[in-house]
Antibody, heavy 119, light 108 residues
């Protein structure tokens, strides 16, 4: 059974960098698939942030590209998100998910991590 | 960017009803359209991928259709556990996947 779990600080100060890690169990990241981050502001809809392949190839939402870095650590079976220069608008539940290569559908999701941007 | 518009934004229905939710893309996305169900406090769950393929483990009362710019999600006979918010997602434009704004399905 594939499982994903987000971890990281739940509170980040404005202008600082948000950092989250997704730990995958039940499947080796090196075996394939893309691995993505999606966020959801409280009471609002879903926004795709970006995705990474096990090789390290990445692609990002153009609206966030200048502030986003996604990386992978296959030895730990983890991938990570960094979002710089955060504001209150970045307050959201952040999900990590597995992305099917062919259909770009997200078939396994973590439970989500609420990150609040506040001083 | 490709914009995705769902309708209606909210919907009231009864157990046993047949329900249809539509999703329209601002330009053609072929069949690169996925549907998700989200319950309060939970992560989204993939229901349909590639417009009409049922994800493993999802009940057959869920079905999807469409191609190009117009898509539908149909629930043939609503069950109590189906009351949730539904999202479409286009996966044609890379980079730049986008979701619809969601359709909240409530009990009448």
């Amino acid at each position: 059974q594939v499982q994903l779990q987000e971890s990281g600080p739940g509170l980040v100060k404005p202008s600082e960098t948000l950092s989250l890690t997704c730990t995958v169990s039940g499947y080796s990241i090196s075996s394939g698939y893309f691995w993505g981050w999606i966020r959801q502001p409280p009471g609002k809809g879903l926004e795709w942030i970006g995705s990474i392949y096990h090789s390290g190839s990445t692609y990002y939402n153009p609206s966030l590209k200048s502030r986003v870095t996604i990386s992978v650590d296959t030895s730990k079976n983890q991938f990570s998100l960094k979002l710089s220069s955060v504001t209150a608008a970045d307050t959201a539940v952040y999900y990590c998910a597995r992305e099917d290569v062919g259909t770009a559908s997200f078939d396994y999701w973590g439970r989500g991590a609420l990150v609040t941007v506040s001083s | 960017d490709i914009q995705m518009t769902q309708s209606p934004s909210s919907l009231s229905a009864s157990v046993g009803d047949r329900v249809t939710i539509t999703c329209r893309a601002s330009q053609s996305i072929s069949s690169y359209l996925n549907w998700y169900q989200q319950k309060p406090g939970k992560a989204p769950k993939l229901l349909i991928y590639a417009a009409s393929s049922l994800q493993r483990g999802v009940p057959s009362r869920f079905s999807g259709s469409g191609s190009g710019t117009d898509f539908t999600l149909t629930i043939s006979s609503l069950q109590p556990e189906d009351f949730a918010t539904y999202y479409c997602q286009q996966s044609n434009s890379s980079p730049g996947y986008t979701f619809g704004q969601g359709t909240k399905l409530e009990i009448k």
